[in-house]
């Protein structure tokens, strides 16, 4: 089992940034790749990127493609989202979770997630 928990959340005005953190705890070795999602109130839950955990490959989703970047540090099993540009409609609950698969983008590969983090972004 894999325990997966977010931190760094909060409220920033547009044109800022934030750097989420996930940190990965338990049998990380069945992990092959790890992704960001978001879920906006009232949208569905939404791929914002991913990597292929010890490999470093990045994929992303076009709405954040060239704002946001994924990174990981193996040492510390814990995986990055830097945000800049941040924009209103960035507001949402983002979640980190964990795939048996390789850079898969589709919510239903993922088996591991954590509680979420709130990211605001205001006029």
């Known amino acids: 089992q894999v325990q997966l928990e977010e931190s760094g959340g909060g409220l920033v005005q547009a044109g800022g940034s934030l750097r989420l953190s996930c940190a990965a705890s338990?049998?990380?070795?069945?992990?092959?790749?790890m992704g960001w999602f978001r879920q906006a109130p009232g949208k569905e839950r939404e791929f914002v990127g991913g990597i292929k955990w010890g490999d470093g490959t990045d994929f992303y989703s076009d709405s954040v493609r060239g704002r946001f970047t994924i990174s990981e540090d193996n040492a510390k099993n814990t995986m990055y989202l830097q945000m800049n540009s941040l924009k209103p409609e960035d507001t949402a609950i983002y979640y980190c979770?964990?795939?048996?698969?390789?850079?898969?983008?589709?919510?239903?590969?993922?088996?591991?997630w954590g509680q979420g983090t709130q990211v605001t972004v205001s006029l």
């Open positions: 338990g049998l990380t070795s069945s992990i092959n790749s």
């Open positions: 979770a964990g795939s048996r698969f390789p850079a898969v983008t589709f919510a239903e590969n993922y088996v591991f």
